[in-house]
């Protein structure tokens, strides 16, 4: 199976089990793993924050920063599409009892402006408007980067009104690769942002989230609260740290391939592609081709390839595992598909 229905599908390869083969271990939950304090310090380096903490996930990433930011009643503001308002079964306000300002962003990017629309003037029946969510690169508005500007903006408006910023870094570095700006630059006005392993970076688990000190402490805490308290981890961090170190820039690949196959969907009478593709996110709808993504995947599935429906359009995300010889096939079946379909 040809499998771009997600970044997510990579396995390790086998250079990274070697280096989780080889890991220094111990006890995490008292702090005591070496190779799970190495990666947090990486992180926190490469992030520019005081301190950072190894998750399991970036659910759990977001779940705990909205927790340690927040208090109950208190106002998230974040795009309509984020994960953290689609995807996250509502932990945000289980877990931390706020209320969503959904904003009206471009593709997963809003404005400094579209955060002031949103603020309430401060009175008895309003609650407070605590926190700023940001997912960079932006998964539902089709791997989208922010501008840095545009963040810029948005981190100082959201710092002159009292509130803080906490980015979604689940792909920040796509964002990066694309740009050449450091991950440091781009986390800069935020408080809190992660990084996930799990992704194009092909490591199987892991997540490290970065902050101040202060933070990190508080996040420490409900990491334990929720089981997110680990042993012998550092197996795991020792494949998250070959990631960082040999996974970043080929990235770019990834990237290349997603423009290879919108520049072919293109060509296609009746399908419209989401564009520009700015990263390793294709996404495109069929049905002016008179095919429902249901029948669509199901046949390219039948053919040997594999992509996913978010919402009404189809999403394929070329990652780590998948080689030119696979994105060719999974052209072929694509093109072969929409141009054979009896309308
Ligand atoms: C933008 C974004 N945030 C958060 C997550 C959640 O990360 P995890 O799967 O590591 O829990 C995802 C997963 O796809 C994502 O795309």
Request: glycine fraction near 8%; hydrophobic fraction near 45%; charged fraction near 20%.
């Amino acid at each position: 199976m040809i499998d771009l229905s997600s970044d997510t599908a990579t396995r390790p390869t086998a250079a990274m089990r070697n280096a989780m083969a080889q890991a220094q271990v111990g006890d995490e939950q008292r702090g005591e793993d070496p190779t799970i304090n190495r990666l947090n310090q990486l992180v926190a380096d490469m992030l520019g924050k005081e301190a950072a903490l190894f998750l399991p996930s970036g659910t759990m990433c977001n779940v705990i920063a909205v927790k340690v930011h927040t208090q109950p009643g208190d106002a998230l503001l974040a795009d309509r599409q984020s994960h953290i308002l689609r995807s996250e079964t509502g932990g945000a306000a289980l877990v931390s009892g706020v209320i969503v300002d959904q904003l009206p962003g471009h593709r997963g990017q809003f404005t400094a402006e579209d955060v002031l629309a949103a603020l309430p003037t401060p009175s008895v029946y309003a609650p407070v408007p605590r926190l700023v969510c940001v997912e960079q690169t932006h998964n539902f508005g089709g791997g989208t980067i922010w501008p840095l500007e545009q963040l810029q903006a948005v981190c100082a408006v959201a710092h002159t009104h009292g509130l803080a910023v906490h980015m979604d870094g689940a792909r920040l570095f796509n964002a990066v690769v694309t740009t050449g700006i450091s991950a440091r630059t781009y986390a800069e006005g935020c408080d809190s942002v992660w990084v996930d392993f799990s992704k194009g970076l092909g490591a199987p688990m892991g997540a490290v989230l970065a902050g101040s000190t202060a933070f990190i402490e508080s996040a420490r805490r409900y990491k334990h609260l929720l089981g997110g308290a680990l042993r012998q981890a550092g197996v795991v961090a020792a494949g998250c740290i070959y990631a960082l170190e040999h996974h970043i820039w080929r990235l770019q690949e990834d990237h290349e391939h997603a423009r290879l196959l919108a520049n072919h969907l293109i060509t296609l009478d009746g399908i419209d592609v989401q564009q520009p593709v700015e990263t390793n996110m294709v996404f495109f709808d069929t049905s002016g081709a008179g095919i429902a993504p249901s029948d669509f995947l199901h046949e390219i599935e039948r053919r040997g390839v594999r992509m996913s429906q978010i919402g009404s359009r189809i999403r394929a995300v070329p990652h780590l595992d998948i080689t030119p010889q696979d994105m060719e096939q999974a052209i072929a079946v694509v093109e072969d598909v929409i141009t054979t379909w009896k309308r």
